[in-house]
Structure formats: structure tokens, C-alpha cells
Nanobody
Framework: QVQLVESGGGLVQAGGSLSVSCVAS????????MGWFRQAPEKEREFVAA????????TYADSVKGRFTISRDIAKNTVYLQMNSLKPEDTAVYYC?????????????????WGQGTQVTVSS
């Protein structure tokens, strides 16, 4: 059974940093692009960042570019999201997602596996 499990969320003050992780189990995702999405209360889930299978290619939403960094450890079947200079508007549930072995993608519909999410709250 394929599972994506996020961890590392929490409460942080504006301007602070936080790192979230996503561990995949049930199969290897070494050939799969991975992504992070987030959903704030009463808003639609939105793209945050994505990384290709090797980690050589990354892409970010404009709202997080320069502040967030996505990375992956293929041997550990884990993808990370380092979040710096956090703002209150970054408050959301952050979801990890995996796509079938195709090119990197930025839309929800292109991802096949999802984690349960981890809450990130940024206080002002």
C-alpha cells in the first residue's frame, strides 16, 4: 500500500523558518516527480513547489519563490520543503504529492498519490 506521510509542521512566528518532510512507503518513488501543495482555510488547494525524479529540476509558485526550497533524498524516499522568511499568509495545511513517472508538474490533477497533510501556522 502506497503511503505518503508528512511531518514537521507547527507554529512559527513571522520571519521564522520551518522544514516539513514527506516519507513515501509501499514502493520507491525514485522515478517520480514530487510536489508540495497547500490549502488555507476556505481556499482551494494550491501548488507550492515541485521537483523532478533526480532532484535536478525544481519549480516554485511565485508566492514562495526565493523563500522556500524543495529537495529530495532518493535513498530515503523522502522529499523536503524548507520554508524561510515565513509570512502569516503561508498558514495552511501542507500536502505532499507524487506523480507517475512523467515530467515535473504543477497542477493538482497531475498528481496520483497524496499525503494526509501537516499544519503550518505562522503568527504575526
Amino acid at each position: 500500500q502506497v503511503q505518503l506521510v508528512e511531518s514537521g509542521g507547527g507554529l512559527v512566528q513571522a520571519g521564522g523558518s520551518l522544514s516539513v518532510s514527506c516519507v513515501a512507503s509501499g514502493r520507491t518513488f525514485s522515478n517520480n516527480p514530487m510536489g508540495w501543495f497547500r490549502q488555507a482555510p476556505e481556499k482551494e488547494r494550491e501548488f507550492v513547489a515541485a521537483i523532478n525524479h533526480s532532484g535536478a529540476i525544481t519549480t516554485y509558485a511565485d508566492s514562495v519563490k526565493g523563500r522556500f526550497t524543495i529537495s529530495r533524498d532518493i535513498a530515503k524516499n523522502t522529499v523536503y520543503l524548507q520554508m524561510n522568511s515565513l509570512k502569516p499568509e503561508d498558514t495552511a495545511v501542507y500536502y505532499c504529492a507524487a506523480r507517475r513517472p512523467l515530467a515535473i508538474a504543477i497542477t493538482l490533477a497531475e498528481y496520483d498519490y497524496w499525503g494526509q497533510g501537516t499544519q503550518v501556522t505562522v503568527s504575526s
